[in-house]
């Protein structure tokens, strides 16, 4: 019987060799080393000699489906079709003809891309949600990133730090950000803890899944009110019911604000991999440019880069100062919210972004 073409489904994402420039499939897994020629292009090339340039750009993260048919536009009049995003969402255009880099470049320039975000500086910030769309936010997040790189836009495309700087932002503490592992974060956190409309609770929502989502068992059956109730030294604020259950609104425009945490990387060069320590525990939401936040990062930075040695990562830096040095250099004021007291979550095995006795 002849073999029935295979069937084209939308199950699970087609594999990835599909898609690779035809140099980087001939030259799979021989590639010898990368030259970084400026914030905005690098260039990696094989054992065989062959070459491939690399030009990046920074997204808006949020995209309009305009924008991506234009770079789409751009990488198949420059790159064969060729583009990538990173995992910080830099769009990278891969070029495998020298003489169509400078040209595209330009080309993306002209059309108000900015260009950098390689090598010891400031990469795209990653974020999340924000108001745009999330339901647990305590901050915004596009907002928050757009006034920050507005700030830090020079460290992306042509002033250099002494080793890469990666920001974050998460608009809550569920965190689907890389927070607890970038160089300079910002999580939203909310202080107060969700209020309970039993009136429609008990049609909204399912009271058994409701407790269930607590990860501190502070929530339990109201039966007087057929609703729940919170025992509140047990909450965290983590929003985690409201997700479940939305009769229990956490959002609050008076006491949600902005937590900083530092010192945090995945890479495992020179040193291990780090979790992010608290910084500032609080900084109140002030949209549209939130002042105080970007001036409490460039004070970060700006501390960092003097006194880092080269190579080293902001946690790296803090580590050989030593965290008093760190507070008193930038005038972060150590507070109670420092302190990591809090007995009803399980064993956080020193993993805590708060400090231990
Ligand atoms: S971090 Fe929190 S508020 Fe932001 S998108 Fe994720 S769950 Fe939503
Ligand atoms: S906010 Fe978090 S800790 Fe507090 S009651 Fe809801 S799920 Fe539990």
Redesign the pocket.
């Known amino acids: 019987m002849a073999e029935l073409p295979q069937r084209q489904t939308d199950i699970g994402p087609p594999h990835y060799e599909k898609f690779l420039p035809p140099v980087i499939k001939k030259n799979y897994g021989q590639w010898s080393y990368h030259e970084v020629l400026s914030h905005g292009h690098m260039v990696h090339t094989a054992k065989s000699g062959d070459k491939i340039w690399t030009v990046r750009v920074a997204s808006p993260r949020l995209l309009s489906t305009t924008t991506i048919y234009e770079m789409c536009d751009v990488a198949d009049k420059y790159c064969g079709g060729h583009l990538r995003f990173t995992t910080r969402n830099n769009v990278e255009f891969l070029v495998s003809d020298e003489k169509n880099v400078t040209p595209l470049m330009e080309d993306l320039k002209k059309r108000g891309f900015l260009l950098g975000g390689i090598g010891d500086g400031i990469s795209n910030i990653v974020h999340t949600q924000g108001w745009v769309h999330c339901h647990s936010a305590a901050t915004d997040a596009s907002g928050l990133v757009k006034a920050m790189m507005d700030e830090f836009a020079d460290y992306f495309t042509k002033t250099s730090l002494p080793a890469r700087v990666r920001i974050a932002v998460a608009c809550c503490v569920n965190m689907c950000g890389a927070v607890h592992c970038s160089d300079i974060a910002l999580v939203g956190v ?1 202080k107060t ?2 209020r309970i409309n039993a009136e429609t609770l008990k049609n909204q929502c399912e009271i058994p899944s409701t407790i269930s ?4 068992t ?2 339990s059956p109201d039966p007087k009110t057929k609703s729940v109730k ?1 025992k509140l030294e ?9 997700s479940v259950c939305p009769s ?1 609104p ?1 959002a609050d425009p008076v006491n949600d604000g902005i937590a900083i945490v530092v010192g945090g990387k995945v890479s495992n060069l020179r040193s291990n991999p780090k979790f992010s320590k608290l910084a500032i525990p609080w900084i109140p939401n002030n949209p549209p440019r939130w002042p105080e936040v970007v001036a409490a990062v460039k004070t970060i930075i700006d501390t960092y880069k003097a006194g880092a040695k080269k190579h080293e990562r902001v946690g790296e830096w803090v580590e050989r100062i030593g965290w008093e040095k760190f507070f008193a250099l930038t005038g972060f004021e150590f507070k109670a919210q420092h302190i990591d007291n809090f007995t009803f979550a399980r064993e956080t095995f020193r993993t805590t972004s708060s400090f231990k006795w």
């Open positions: 909310h803890p969700p989502s607590c990860p501190t502070a929530i919170i047990k909450c965290m604020y983590c929003g985690n019911c409201y229990m956490i």
